[in-house]
């Protein structure tokens, strides 16, 4: 059983997760969850059609939890 994390440690591991990602998939996750910009907006801002940002979006949080696990962390299942 693993034991709970601080909101502390939670912010800093994501952002550690978030600085392995390419730069571009970073921004959309920055986008998506710091702005709550939607798929098409997100797409707009960078030049591709929603489908393509998310495609970025998934890749970026299958990499987010690669480095998560490494660092530890395991994620929840979702439901």
């Known amino acids: 059983c693993a034991l709970p994390i601080s909101q502390t440690e939670l912010r800093e591991k994501l952002q550690t997760a978030m600085q392995t990602l390419p730069e571009r998939y970073r ?3 920055q986008l998506y969850y710091g702005r709550d910009m939607t798929m098409k907006e997100i797409g707009g801002v960078l030049g ?29 299942a979702v439901l």
């Open 27 to 29: 921004r959309v996750v």
């Open 48 to 76: 591709v059609n929603e489908s393509r940002v998310s495609q970025i979006h998934k890749s970026a949080l299958e990499r987010m939890h690669a480095a998560l696990e490494v660092s530890g962390m395991r994620a929840a």
